[in-house]
């Protein structure tokens, strides 16, 4: 059974960093994270495809980095100088032939 479960977020202060970690179960890896506030649609954040090339949202290009661990299913997003408009709940996405997975997303809290 696949699952996707987020981890890594919190509070911190603008300038700071966070670092989130996608761990997923089953036979998948994770290659994308959106974010989303209250009120607005999901956005994507950043994309790793198999390949390797990455692919940001112009918000966070410079600042986020989004890397791998394929042999243990992990997707990691590197988040640094963050700004008060990075505050989101922050979802790791996988797919898996024609099914796609979500965790339930982690909180990411920018204070100015």
């Known amino acids: 059974q696949v699952q996707l479960v987020e981890s890594g977020g919190g509070l911190v202060q603008a300038g700071g960093t966070l670092r989130l970690l996608c761990t997923a179960t089953?036979?998948?890896?994770?290659n994308a994270w959106y974010r989303q506030v209250p009120g607005k649609q999901r956005e994507l954040v950043a994309t790793?495809?198999?390949?390797?090339?990455?692919r940001y949202a112009d918000s966070v290009k410079g600042r986020f980095t989004i890397s791998r661990d394929n042999a243990k299913h992990l997707l990691y997003l590197q988040m640094n100088s963050l700004k008060s408009e990075d505050t989101a709940v922050y979802y790791c996405?996988?797919?898996?032939?024609?099914?796609?997975?979500w965790g339930r997303g982690t909180q990411v809290t920018v204070s100015s």
């Open positions: 089953g036979n998948i890896n994770p």
């Open positions: 996405y996988g797919r898996e032939q024609s099914t796609t997975y």
């Open positions: 790793l495809t198999d390949g390797g090339s990455t």
